[in-house]
């Protein structure tokens, strides 16, 4: 047979024909040729299921997770009744990738696994998971997998670092209830020194936010218990001001016009001429008639 012919035959070989020297290879540990024999028989039926599970199991043998990964999810995707089958080869793959210590690999197997089981606890690799997403800034992908990280941790210290990093998402997502939440159990429990300050600064800075919250709402009352966590120790001194200016809009709804200067005035206290917090709060005291307010904060105590 002539070269041209040989070529002609081999481009016209079927998935099956590949499939079967694929299997053949696969049988004899040959697994980077399995590989190739099974992606030549994809490129020929890109929707065979079989030979998706055949390619992901054999990049998995040769360490082609990039190749594993989208394979494995792909089955899954094409058919529905092989997910689990899907998800027990990403959990290989993960394995695989942390044992070699691609750390890219193994994130990019869970990312799959959360696609094709998201009901599947991630386990050992929780955590790795979870301080991926937090690095990503994906808020939502970390609110659902740290619980789980948390759980799972097996050195208490670690476990409240990862509290903590659940309580920051819930805080960039705006969810101050369960942060504040999140935070006072790293304080409390006090196993994490690291992070202690930390969940302080965090509580006050989420209790600020949901206290502005609760007052454009029209909430006054429920603004004010914000407000005044917002003022604890530990707070920073910009988020105290800024509490104290809520205090005062409080006051001021409530009809305490002398308690919403008195607010006012704490506000000033600390911060610098010019500044936004003493610019709101001197125009405030003003607005209540108060045309001798200081132009410049008052010292500390």
């Known amino acids: 047979m002539g070269l041209a012919l040989l070529v002609a035959a081999g481009c016209t ?14 049988a ?26 055949k390619a992901a199991a054999a990049a998995l043998h040769t360490g082609d997770y990039a190749i594993a990964v989208p394979a494995y999810l792909a089955l899954a995707q094409r058919d529905r009744s092989r997910a689990g089958e899907a998800a027990d080869g990403l959990e290989r793959v993960a394995r695989a ?7 890219a690999a193994v994130v990019s197997a869970l990312a ?7 009901e599947r606890p991630l386990g050992r690799y929780a955590r790795l998971a979870a301080l991926d997403a937090t690095n990503r800034g994906d808020s939502a992908a970390a609110l659902a997998i740290l619980p789980s990280a948390v759980a799972t941790v097996g050195d208490p210290g670690t476990a409240d670092s990862l509290l903590y990093l659940y309580g920051m998402a819930a805080a960039r997502a705006r969810d101050c209830t369960t942060a504040v939440a999140a ?38 009352a429920d603004a004010e218990s914000w407000f005044r966590r917002a ?5 920073p ?23 919403a200067l008195e607010s006012y005035q704490q506000a000033l206290v600390g911060g610098a001429a010019g500044d936004t917090i003493t610019q709101r709060a001197q125009a405030k005291i003003k ?4 045309a001798d307010a200081p132009t410049a904060p008052p010292n500390q105590p």
């Not at 209790?207 to 609760?214: D, K, S, T, Y």
């Not at 809009?249 to 308690?259: K, S, Y």
């Not at 607005?287 to 108060?290: H, I, N, R």
């Open 183 to 220: 935070f006072e159990g790293v304080i409390r429990r006090q196993r994490a020194p690291a992070v202690q300050d930390a969940a302080r600064e965090g509580i006050s800075l989420c209790a600020l936010i949901e206290g502005q919250r609760m007052l454009e709402a029209g909430k006054p």
């Open 28 to 53: 004899a540990g040959a697994y980077r040729d399995a590989l190739a024999e099974y992606q030549l028989g994809l490129k020929a039926q890109p929707g065979n299921a079989d030979l998706q599970a």
């Open 13 to 26: 070989r079927s998935a099956a024909d590949h499939e079967e020297l694929g299997d053949r290879a696969y």
């Open 112 to 118: 799959a696994l959360r696609a094709v089981a998201p």
């Open 237 to 259: 001194l910009e988020v105290t001001r800024g509490a104290f200016l809520g205090l005062g809009d409080v006051r001021l709804a409530q009809g305490d016009v002398p308690g």
């Open 287 to 290: 607005a209540l008639g108060k």
């Open 97 to 103: 990738a942390l044992a070699a210590n691609d750390r």
């Open 231 to 235: 003022t604890a120790p530990g707070a």
